[in-house]
Nanobody, 123 residues
Framework: QVQLVESGGGLVQAGDSLRLSCAAS????????MGWFRQTPGKEREFVAA????????YYADFVKGRFTISRDNTKNTVYLQMNSLKPEDTAVYYC????????????????WGQGTQVTVSS
């Protein structure tokens, strides 16, 4: 298990950019696939993006394709989510999570979660 801490959220205007970071503890970070999810009140947590252990493959939800980029630096035990062209509907709490197996888009595949970071996009 790894412990995850997100940072980088905030209040921005539509069209702005933000970069979220997720720092992981432990020496086995490179063993985990990583993902970003988001959640708004009253809705289920939804998949945003995922990256494989080496960073060689990335996956995105359709609603962020072309705007968000997930990346990782295994030397820093950190995964990032670069969010460009933000829209008000991107407003949510963003969570990073780690998985050893399963499918990249399924919440149940992820075994460790961060506490979340709030992203608010004003129109």
């Amino acid at each position: 298990q790894v412990q995850l801490v997100e940072s980088g959220g905030g209040l921005v205007q539509a069209g702005d950019s933000l970069r979220l970071s997720c720092a992981a503890s432990g020496r086995t970070f490179s063993s985990y696939g990583m993902g970003w999810f988001r959640q708004t009140p009253g809705k289920e947590r939804e998949f945003v993006a995922a990256i494989t252990r080496s960073g060689g493959n990335t996956y995105y939800a359709d609603f962020v394709k072309g705007r968000f980029t997930i990346s990782r630096d295994n030397t820093k035990n950190t995964v990032y989510l670069q969010m460009n062209s933000l829209k008000p509907e991107d407003t949510a709490v963003y969570y990073c999570a780690s998985r050893l197996g399963g499918t990249y888009y399924s919440r149940t595949s992820y075994t460790s979660w961060g506490q979340g970071t709030q992203v608010t996009v004003s129109s």
